[in-house]
């Protein structure tokens, strides 16, 4: 694994060791390398510590597959144990060139699975890599179990939509199924972890790369080893210096360490990634409204100003609108209360949805807004529905992270034309999706605005 010599060793994690030049492979639209695959392989292996799964790096699984003489792969497979494992998870690589350890131009995923005797190819680009695949297959299958296994190519894995995130979808496959064993999936011998891998990959392959390099940043902060200055130390110094004007939020150093700790996120944090999923779903028929104006609607002391204040805003042109839902009722403090929650209203239904991370708690200030704002946007009387299964916070502190992962899944939901299927709406698109993305939200945003900064100085 070659490097130059300015490019600096910035992590070492269990045997895998980053350089600088990972960062700038993740950052942008490149192929995964070798080392970043390794990492996040070895990542999971710790997270889900079962010896029931073993996860092979890929300078393991390429001399599996191009090992030139069987005594000498015997040899080499023997000590690792794979045996002893229920699921082995392989990533295949379609470099056939020894001398070139990082060779290749497309990554996929081959798993072995010990209840059926069977190995699934998992390829994000149409089988392209069935060959290596196979090879692979056959190389190893001899020393893993005592009869003979099959091979099944997975026809339905969630495709790659560009010619180098082949990487990303390996990753994310391998996540889904280790968080498929390690959940209790394999008592479903039925199912297997496929429909999970439809439902979640594509997703989460949208957002791997950014929750890789929180992660990475994590760990670095964690170990110490190499200081990359976080985004709110980029060119300020003062105490709160603004680091960053997005539409119209402003957002200060000091977001930044609500971000990077486990704190109550602030109005201009929920602003400003609300204002994000505006600008991204870009559609008139989707409102996104700021606190600052759902707060007002909320606590306005007259109909007159509040009428006055609500018509400009256009509500009634849009087919969903998005609140989110403070318990401050203190006009005179704009940024207090103890919890967030979200306000959706539907228009194909003439319902407002009330979801809640912390039991409810915000029933009664989501009434007051629904209430207040109902008047205004529907012609009808509007219902009002609690969503109780809604995804629950495990701790004080994340409401917001979960309102800003249900407003994420909606918009994503409405932006994909889930809103031809009227039956079934966001709710199990929010059940599925927000507990996973509410555990790498904040690195996520942390990563987006970092984004943001260096495009703005560019």
């Known amino acids: 694994m070659g490097y130059s010599s300015d490019d ?41 510590t079962s010896s029931a799964i073993s996860l092979i790096p890929p300078s393991i699984a390429f001399w599996i597959s191009n090992c030139p003489d069987t005594e000498s792969l015997k040899d080499f497979i023997i000590p690792l144990g794979l045996p002893d494992s229920d699921v082995l998870i392989f990533p295949v690589n379609d470099n056939t060139n020894v001398e070139l350890a990082e060779g290749g131009l497309h990554w996929s995923l081959l798993v072995y699975y010990r209840e059926a005797n069977s190995f699934y190819h998992h390829d994000s680009l149409m089988g392209l890599n069935q060959w290596s695949a196979k090879q692979l297959f056959e190389a190893v299958s001899p020393f893993v179990c005592d009869g003979d296994a099959i091979y099944r190519e997975c026809s339905d894995t969630p495709q790659q939509k ?18 498929w064993f390690s959940s209790g999936g394999v008592q479903n011998r039925d199912e297997l972890w496929f429909n999970d891998v439809k439902e979640t990959v594509p997703d989460l392959a949208n957002h791997l790369r950014e ?11 964690e170990k110490n080893l190499f200081y990359i200055p976080p985004v709110s130390a980029m060119g300020y110094s003062s105490d709160d210096d603004k680091i960053l004007s997005y ?38 028929a989707i409102s996104v409204i700021p606190p600052s104006i759902a707060f007002w ?14 018509e400009p805003l256009g509500l009634r042109d849009s087919d969903l609108l998005i609140f989110p839902v403070n318990d401050n009722t203190n006009v005179e403090l704009a940024g207090g209360g103890l919890h967030w929650s979200l306000l959706v209203y539907y228009r194909e239904a ?23 704002v109902s008047p205004f946007v529907c012609d009808g009387d509007a219902i009002y529905r ?28 409405f932006s994909s034309g889930g809103v031809k299927n009227r039956d079934e709406l966001w709710f199990n698109d929010v059940k599925e999706t927000v507990p996973d993305l509410a555990n790498h939200l904040r690195e996520d945003i942390l990563g987006l605005i970092r984004r943001l900064i260096s495009e703005k100085s560019e």
């Open 8 to 48: 600096d060793k910035i992590l070492s994690y269990n045997d895998v060791v980053l350089r600088r030049s990972d960062l700038d492979i993740l950052n942008g639209p490149n192929f995964l390398n070798d080392r970043l695959i390794e990492f996040y392989l070895s990542y999971l292996s710790t997270v889900h």
């Open 211 to 221: 929750e890789i390099l929180g992660l990475i940043r994590r760990l670095i902060s």
């Open 247 to 284: 539409n119209d939020v402003v957002l200060r150093r000091s977001d930044l360490d609500i971000l990077n700790g486990p704190n109550f996120l602030n109005d201009r944090v929920i602003e400003f990634y609300l204002s994000y999923l505006s600008t991204v779903h870009a559609s008139p």
């Open 297 to 310: 609607i909320s606590n306005c002391p007259d109909t007159e100003s509040l009428k006055d204040f609500i």
């Open 386 to 413: 609690e969503c109780s299964d809604t995804p629950q916070q495990k701790n004080g502190y994340d409401c917001g992270v979960y309102l800003l992962g249900v407003a994420q899944v909606i918009c994503q939901w």
């Open 350 to 372: 003439n319902s407002f949805y009330h979801h809640d991370s912390l039991m409810g708690l915000n029933q009664w200030s989501a009434k007051q807004l629904f209430e207040a």
């Open 162 to 179: 560009n010619g180098y995130d082949c990487g990303v979808y390996l990753l994310g496959v391998a996540q889904v199924i280790c968080r």
